[in-house]
């Protein structure tokens, strides 16, 4: 629509051709170093129409960024279909269309990210990596909507909140403080298993490329029979392999580069050396399953591979480069509730509450009408009686409606309600309504297990991150944080321990002052004059 040919033959007079400037309503600008003004010295005049557009675009070209994985890369690829999942037909589990028929292709469109910094903030943080993925399927779009390692802090919504503003910078200093972090992760023994894989060197993957996928949450798939099993989706990279950092590899990079990974992925798609992730499945019966120690639904618990196989599915590359970065990736909206006929939620309570948040947030961050953005929008017709608002770019009709009719039910030609194919997966609920955690948490017993299969420099590793960490925070953290380890595993725990009494060693002092109580003493100081 943009891009046709214009007809510069009437705009002789003005010089126009097709390499010259215009503004936004079409006018060629013939001087861009100066604006109007009563003589060459000034003052300004207010009529000047293009000095006017131009500076008052700029002031609005930033959008708000996103309030956690502000800062992104992001790439166009493509899907390939197995047509199975591991030896079966994958129809025998799904039916959606997407994974139907071994070879098929699907377009896909993917950002990587990091969650706590803001949006050019280094990419060499411990941090997990966001990995979501917009398949532009037959029937709509699917977003996967994914961590690079397997688990989340957090098995509640309500907690995301607060979690974040203690991992996000301090609302007085402005600087992000591991005291804060710890505070709350001390207190919510759920994260331990998290913050295992996170002080690791899974905490920093060397790149965005070199990285594992997971949708972390529990979802369904439904067959043509309406029946459903449980499903946890897992990227695993192809021939690129899978690299992490060190923290002190880490510092050295980002010492001279805070975009690393985001140019490395660039640099990659751009010579041709295309990223590849083979797509699994691990598949679970749709029940509570009381035989295991843990909740299916809990996704702060791994699903052990020996029971629950990764199935692969299908593979993904990515090889073509965003053409504006903020037209693609800083607009891009991803979301947990865009499922396609054959895929569903579970029951994961954590599932639905960011399934309310993400389009939520969309429609303040990018406004009301982000889904007719050309990298928001389905690649197949969209006709909807939903009209106007800010930005509206177009009136998503059928090619026959009615243009009056923008209802439904109509006889005059408005839009129909589709048939319904399959069968409907209808889940039957019977149970008290309840503000209850879940029954089995146990909340260390894979914390440990993690712990011990980490290969010993790994493990190193991980006590001197959180040794690092945690050296600065108020002793009652410290010891909670200790007594959590222990639970998960005595050595984890004894060796934190150790390393937080040698590091009050060498910082001179038994008697520990947090940066909390640290920053109440100054304040006290300047509220007597000192
Ligand atoms: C981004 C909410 C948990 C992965 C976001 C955004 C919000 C959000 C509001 C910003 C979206 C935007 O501005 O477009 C939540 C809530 C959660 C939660 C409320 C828990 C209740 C998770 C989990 C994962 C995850 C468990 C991993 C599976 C991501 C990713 C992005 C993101 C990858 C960035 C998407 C992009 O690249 O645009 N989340 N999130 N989130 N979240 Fe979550």
Known sequence: MDNEKKDYGSRKGTGENEESLTNRQGHPVTDNQNIRTVGNRGPGTLENYDFLEKISHFDRERIPERVVHARGAGAHGYFETYGKAGDEDVSKYTRAKVFQGAGKKTPVFVRFSTVAGAKESPETARDPRGFAVKFYTEDGNWDLVGNNLKIFFIRDPLKFPDMIHAFKPDPVTNVQNPERMFDFVSQ????????????????????YRQMQGSGVNTYKWVNDKGEAVLVKYHWEPLKQGIRNLTQKEANEIQAINTSHATQDLYEAIDKGDYPEWELCVQIMSDEEHPELDFDPLDDTKLWPTDKFPFLPVGKMVLNKNPENYFAEVEQAAFGTGVLVDGLDFSDDKMLQGRTFSYSDTQRYRVGANYLQLPINSPKKRVATNQRDGQSAYRVDMAPGQNPHVNYEPSILGGLKEAEQIGKVHQPHYNDKLVREP???????????ETYRNFEEWEKDELISNLVDALKICD??????????????DKEYG??????LAKAREE???????SSFEADKAADKARKMGH
């Open 475 to 488: 002793p009652r953290i410290q010891n909670q944080m200790i007594e959590n380890f222990t639970k998960a």
């Open 188 to 207: 919510s023994p759920e994260t331990t298993h998290m913050i295992t894989f996170l002080f690791s060197p899974w905490g920093i993957p060397a790149n």
């Open 507 to 513: 910082m001179g002092s038994n008697e520990h002052v």
């Open 438 to 448: 879940i029954d089995r948490k146990n909340e260390f017993g894979q914390a440990g």
């Open 494 to 499: 004894r060796r934190v321990s150790e390393g």
